[in-house]
């Protein structure tokens, strides 16, 4: 349901606008709307004004947003700590952190460019290392002399390496051996052996040919393979201790102070929020005025707080909703019980206008009906029961998973309750096995009957929501707007009776007066409406052949279960048999899930919300205190 609203007016001194708002703020149940204040008129020497902070104030106000930015930058570096926040007292401490944050911060920030270095070093290190050790297996192919040049290389792919040793023999005189391996990310990497005096001019050959080579320091470079990997180990070991002390340094600091510095952000927060706040208020020459929204049933409890927190200073009023404020009332949306899950489907929609309806309850209603009238089977119904109550015992309530599996649960209800009147159990097995036999009628065969069963819920549903249409507009003090909506009613329910007493002769129903009445409705709402009378009244006719679909995809749902059981028995083997009908089964139940819902759901959101509801309601959402 649509939670009834209240518009109210706060005044009071100057003096005492930033505790009203704190007030409010901490309170966490008002929405203000400037707008509202734009149509106050007042006497000329009591014209409403922005209001505009003081000097004092706009000082306060730079200097807790700077301090602000210093303590989010802090936060950002400092790594996470799960010690629960320090009590800290908020403004009294402010400037002993004002003092603090340019030290950690400083301090912070000097070590975390120690450490991205170090980390930095780290990577280059193991990227390395992983290079040399994948080459090493290599140094078994190589002529034992103590006077090589190890080169380490990296390559495109296998015809560049042909290529370049074609190249690098040629360029050496044969004095040069190369070897290929990958490494464990799947890089092509060689290993080039070559005499130490030509090993410049090798060198030179593979910066022409773009080829890169794996650079050491010049103090590693005269080092045999085993000694560089020996050598780059220790390194590594080296960077990665002075990694671990400077992120234990760190991470002591943020034990010790990041519970503080956050407490102190969520305050400073809080306070710039008032600031900002304070461009809802107007002022006159000695008091401030703050107009808004909130529940009709915090209101009395409001009052009394501020009445007592200001000794009357500050006094709160409600005042009427006029008709220009209906398109500006916030909307909060509050079902109880049955109807609570059933939010997760009208969530889809965009929130309905003040004026209007919540469509919650009424997709509550009829949501589920549709949806047994479509699967109706007995065996379906009962697994989807099963599956809904796993899923709203599983999960903790008001998550998605709960709602969605109590939605099923009531909708497999009536899926049974319509198996039932089918007679129905996994298509005809209920009755081939069990004898089971409709109670009502046999969808699988009567199929205009169950079509004229659809097409008189589909009368009933959209007359409902013409006529719910007509009182929102009443409630909107369009009474125009309400008795056109009423003669279309008239007019759908005289032409579908002149209908059914043209296709099923009745002595009590007669054809020619029905017409009558309809021809006398049709120019009045034409005169009223214009060309667009006609039109939505085929519109709606139309809305209600729609309703078809509930025949239909049931149709279509039996006949697959049929089929389902009819090649299980075909198969000759009874496992092979169950196994057949089992998957067939499963596919038409999950279609037998989606297809209902989805067609359901058009039928509520397109042929009947389109009847009344108004939707592009603004969402209530008032100042609230951040939880630290």
Known sequence: MIIRMAKVE??????????????????????????????????????????????HELHERSYFQGLYERVSILLELLPEATDAISPLQSLPVMDLVDELVDQHLAKVSDQDRILTEYRKEVEDLQRDLAFWQALEPLLADLPQDSNLELLGITIR??????????LLQQRTGGRCHISSTTTTDGVLIGLVATDRRIAGDLRQALTDERIPEMSLPAELANLTLAERIAALHER???????????????LELSRRWRPVYRRALVWLEERLT???????????????????????????????????????RVVLEQLAIL?????????????????????????????????????????????????????????????????????????????MASDIGKVLGVASLYTIFFGFLYGELFGNMGETWLGLHAFWFDRSKDILPMAVFALTVGVVHILLGITLGALADLRRHQPRKALLKLAMLIVVLLSLLAVVSWLYPQSWLNTGPLLIGVAILMPVMIAAEGLLAPLELLKTMGNIISYVRIMAIGFSSVLLAVVANRLGGMSGSIMVGILVATMLHAFNLLLGVFAPTVHALRLHYVEFFSKFLDLGGRRFEPWHKRPS
């Not at 708002?21 to 006497?43: K, Y």
């Not at 792919?157 to 074609?166: N, V």
């Not at 699967?375 to 998550?399: E, H, M, N, T, W």
Request: aromatic letters at 10%.
């Open 157 to 166: 792919d296998t015809r560049q390496l042909q290529a370049l040793e074609e």
């Open 323 to 399: 008709e220009e404020d209906l398109d500006q009332v916030p909307v909060m949306l509050r079902n109880p019980g049955y109807f609570a899950p059933f939010e997760i489907l009208s969530r889809l929609l965009p929130l309905p206008k003040y004026s209007s309806y919540d469509p919650t309850p009424l997709l509550g209603l009829f949501f589920p009906v549709f949806f047994g009238m479509i699967l109706g089977d007995i065996g379906y119904g009962l697994i989807l029961l099963i599956i809904s109550v796993f899923l709203a015992k599983r999960f903790a309530p008001q998550q």
């Open 274 to 312: 008032l600031y900002r706040a304070t461009a809802t208020a107007y002022t006159t020459r000695l008091c401030f005025i703050i107009q808004g929204w909130m529940e009709q049933s915090e209101v009395p409890a409001l009052q009394i707080d501020i009445s007592q927190a200001f000794a009357g």
């Open 236 to 250: 590594l070991k080296t960077a990665t201790a002075n990694c671990r002390k400077i992120e234990t340094q760190l």
């Open 10 to 55: 706060i005044v009071g001194p100057k003096q005492d606008l930033l505790a009203t708002l704190d007030l409010l703020h901490n309170r966490g149940i008002f929405q203000p709307d400037p707008q509202l204040l734009e149509r106050v008129e007042l006497a000329r020497d009591d014209r409403l004004n922005t209001l505009v902070l003081n000097e």
